[in-house]
Nanobody, 118 residues
């Protein structure tokens, strides 16, 4: 089993920045991809960014150029640096981890709230 704990969510004004962190513990040896989803109020969960082995990253079009995903393999932690935040970035941000060979999102954190005021 893998446990994921997010932190860093906060209330911020438009144009501001936040850095989210997600620390993995437990059976982390076979984790392949880690990343972030978000769920705005009343909407479905959407993919934000992912990071695979070898720093293979993906960023959704809506956040490209503003958000950057990074990963510290020694600390089993993935980060999401969010700059130039907009009110539409308001959401609960969830971290996930996918094990090697899996085609599903195997583990999830409980989420951290990001609120951006206009």
């Amino acid at each position: 089993q893998v446990q994921l704990v997010e932190s860093g969510g906060d209330f911020v004004q438009a144009g501001g920045s936040l850095r989210l962190s997600c620390a993995a513990s437990g059976s982390t040896f076979n984790i392949d991809r880690m990343g972030w989803f978000r769920q705005p109020p009343g909407q479905q969960r959407e993919l934000v960014a992912t990071s695979g082995l070898g720093d293979n990253t993906f960023h959704a079009h809506s956040v490209k150029g503003r958000f950057t995903i990074s990963r510290d393999y020694a600390k089993n932690t993935v980060y999401l640096q969010m700059n130039s935040l907009k009110p539409e970035d308001t959401a609960v941000y969830y971290c996930y981890a996918q094990v090697q060979g899996s085609t599903s999102y195997d583990y999830w954190g409980r989420g951290t709230q990001v609120t951006v005021s206009s």
